[in-house]
């Protein structure tokens, strides 16, 4: 069995990886967490997340129930995640990470933190996506400079970061798959006269609307035809399933940071 603590708990990913938990069997919830302050804590998380009573109540106090488990899974925001890190680091669990928007000096604590625990660290849980990931390289390698490249991604209005962690993941596979440097030809924003597109310039364009859980498009246009491959996800129980399947195998790992194609075998 193994003993799961979900960080997030009253968030809408947190929510649904503690209803699906429910229908696996080597995954049992033993402590819920939220950031302080926060008006659920207190609260029973399986009510919480709409499954009725379940006997664990939601806390702010990771300390207090850390050593009762075996891995931690957390959506939540980057400095709330460091902080959660930081603790599991300490008494050796280990952890899943969905959270996204890192800077560059967190990504650096994260890679240090994990030096002790293993970690699975994802902008996206989904098997689609990840298979998607793998996908992508391999179209960019056959089609190399000859087709401009397009990353556009849609989500809901709430979303805090952007680009989403996932198109700019789809990002740095392609421009990796092609031998380029993200920082230097990623492109984020056009307006106005910009001129003539630079032949290995990466777009990435952000929409935020309503209620889109998440979709993404990558673009390869090339003279007199284009190329269009897309993901689009209905329910958050794909990301929340993800995330359990990284709880399951992360558990006795060497430490170290893994991603969803590790978790999949898709490496």
């Known amino acids: 069995m193994i003993r799961t603590i979900v960080s997030g708990a009253a968030g809408r990913m947190g929510g649904r990886i503690i209803a699906i938990m429910k229908e696996l069997s080597d995954l049992k919830l033993v402590g819920a967490l939220e950031n302080k302050g926060h008006q659920s804590i207190g609260e029973d998380s399986g009510e919480v997340a709409g499954i009725g009573k ?3 109540n939601i806390t702010d106090d990771l300390e207090k129930i850390i050593k009762s488990s075996d891995v931690i899974i957390d959506f939540t925001l980057p400095s ?8 599991a680091s300490r008494e050796g669990r280990a952890m899943v990470i969905g959270t996204t928007g890192f800077t560059k000096d967190e990504l650096s604590e994260v890679k240090s933190l994990t030096s002790s625990i293993p970690c699975v660290m994802a902008p996206n849980m989904s098997v689609g996506v990840n298979l998607l990931l793998k996908v992508l390289a391999d179209i960019a390698k056959v089609l190399k400079d000859d087709y401009d490249v397009e990353i556009i991604e849609v989500h809901h209005r709430m979303k805090k970061d952007a680009p989403s ?4 993941k789809m990002a740095q596979v392609l421009a990796d798959a092609l031998g380029r440097n993200l920082d230097e030809v990623g492109t984020y924003v056009r307006k106005g006269i910009i001129g003539e597109r630079p032949k290995k310039e990466i777009g990435i364009q952000t929409v935020r609307a309503g209620d889109i859980v998440g979709e993404h498009t990558v673009l390869f246009g090339g003279l007199g035809e284009r190329i269009e491959v897309a993901h689009r996800v209905s329910s958050r129980d794909t990301f929340a399933r993800g995330a359990l399947k990284a709880a399951q195998w992360i558990v006795n790992k060497k430490p170290g940071v893994y991603d969803m194609q590790d978790v999949l075998g898709l490496k």
């Open 80 to 87: 709330a995640t460091i902080e959660k890190l930081r603790i």
């Open 165 to 168: 962690g996932t198109a700019l």
């Open 54 to 56: 379940n006997g664990i």
